[in-house]
């Protein structure tokens, strides 16, 4: 197993014990994680940026075949703003729009309990967002 491999697998490791705390965690073939908070899919991946630099990608999808109308675009993009624990991505499909709340960060050094705060922070307001975002769509 390669450094980058060994590093990489190791931090997937730290995530998965971190989530377990809270969630049921699957492991894919690939090694991503991937869990429901709430009704919030997320997936964990790791990656090695550069020697010493290995960072955590959380990705949760917020919401999914809202409306496509541009007050609740300009919503999700208001809150995007707002975010201080990730990125808030909007996606048009042909069903209508997708939100998606995207998290990096380095992680090699942070111990369990710090590790499971932050992902939970990241996690909660994907949660928040989510209700937030479908109380407004059924008021439109």
Do not use: I
Not at 11 to 22: D, I, Q
Not at 58 to 65: E, N, P, Q, R, S
């Amino acid at each position: 197993m390669t450094n980058e491999a060994a590093n990489t697998a190791a931090l997937l490791t730290s995530a998965r014990e971190a989530l377990e705390k809270f969630h049921d965690v699957h492991v894919d073939d690939d090694g991503a994680l991937t869990f429901r908070h709430g009704e919030v899919p997320c997936a964990v991946q790791a990656m090695q940026l550069s020697e010493g630099l290995t960072v955590l990608s959380l990705t949760c999808v917020v919401a999914w075949d809202l409306p496509d109308e541009p007050a609740l675009a300009a919503s999700a993009a208001e809150r995007a703003g707002q975010g201080l624990f990730g990125t808030l991505g909007v996606v048009h499909t042909d069903r209508g729009m997708d939100v998606m709340l995207r998290y990096a960060f380095p992680a090699d050094r942070l111990e369990p309990e710090p590790l499971s705060t932050l992902l939970m922070l990241v996690v909660s307001t994907a949660s928040q967002l989510r209700g937030e975002l479908l109380e407004e769509a059924e008021t439109r």
